[in-house]
């Protein structure tokens, strides 16, 4: 069997048809045989994929003939060939459901009002001159963080991406508005809007972490400031960067170490749990207890 791969990606640029475009793109992929999730509007794509890897890089390659999108960054990561069950491929107002499409500008070199870019090294060098008045600003769903965030984070109480623009305007963080702060999320996508969303309200030096936390966990591994493990929207669920990451994630039961998110039994919720392998090993446990959720996560992409 061929090596087996996931890519993660994004593209912001103008597309005029994004309907032509879901045609192409979904057509390319079932030529390739390639499963995953994309999402196509008018400010781009972003998608995450799963195949054989030489499949993969004819992807890639065909995908950049697109002008605008011959500088995506497509982050690799190792697969087993059953990360996505399907392929989907749509059409939508916006790439990260924020219910704000009009918040972002989007010209041919991708967003033009947010944050500062900084790459992996970048980062480091900031928090090193600045110290304490830097603020790493979590822009994921609030349970990604419970196993894997920045150092001394600010983890902002978000159900979903929905929730960060009344998040912002609410107040709490009006203190953080003439100071450093770095925002960061999987593949660096919702930050693209989040660091917008805050720019556009009056925060006067907003960051993103360049190729998000993937791109950062390459460079660093456990060695910088990034603690525990990623949180993935596949089969996977999680991703590290070193063959011993610190786990950070604590069981919901029994509060002990884990890094383990497990699907509700009940098939009409789709929480998910942080539960031990013992505690998830006992079925009472297996259901969250909580109202049913409408968000699916197996729907989302990084």
């Known amino acids: 069997m061929e090596l087996q791969k996931v890519i993660l990606y994004y593209g912001f640029t103008p597309v005029a048809d994004p309907v032509a475009m879901k045609m192409w793109q979904k057509n390319l992929c079932e030529t390739l045989g390639l499963k995953g999730r994309i999402l196509i ?6 998608g995450t994929l799963g195949g054989n890897m030489s499949d993969l890089k004819k992807y890639i390659r065909q995908t950049k003939e697109y002008p605008g999108f011959k500088k995506i960054d497509f982050k690799w990561s190792e697969g087993k060939g059953d990360e996505f069950p ?3 491929v749509k059409v939508k ?3 990260v459901a924020f219910s704000s ?6 010209d041919e070199n991708g967003v033009v009002n947010g944050g500062k870019h900084l790459r992996p090294e970048e980062v480091n060098k900031l928090v090193e001159e600045r110290g304490d008045d830097v603020t ?5 769903n609030a349970f990604e963080a419970k196993i894997g965030k920045f150092r001394g984070a600010l983890v902002p109480d978000v159900l979903t991406s929905h929730d960060f623009v009344g998040e912002i305007e609410s107040g709490k963080y009006d203190h953080l508005k003439d100071k450093p702060v770095v925002t960061y999320c999987t593949g660096g996508i919702r930050c693209e809007i989040l660091s917008a ?3 556009n309200r009056g925060f006067k030096e907003v960051y993103q972490v360049k190729g998000g936390i993937v791109r950062y966990g390459e460079k660093f591994g456990n060695d910088g ?4 493990s990623l949180y993935v929207f596949d089969k996977r669920m999680v991703q ?13 039961k029994c509060s002990g170490k884990t890094k383990s998110f497990r699907n509700c039994a009940n098939k009409s919720c789709y929480q998910l749990i942080l539960l031990c392998d013992e505690c998830a090993s006992v079925q009472s446990n297996t259901e969250c207890g909580h109202a049913p959720s409408k968000i699916n996560h197996k729907e989302m992409v990084g």
């Open 197 to 199: 969303v805050m720019v």
């Open 101 to 106: 499409p009009t918040e972002i500008q989007v």
């Open 41 to 46: 509007s008018e400010h781009g794509i972003n």
């Open 136 to 140: 790493f600003f979590d822009g994921r």
């Open 86 to 88: 399907r392929l989907s």
């Open 240 to 252: 590290d960067f070193s063959e011993n990451p610190e786990i950070i994630g604590e069981c919901e």
């Open 225 to 228: 400031l990034w603690d525990g």
């Open 93 to 95: 107002k916006e790439l």
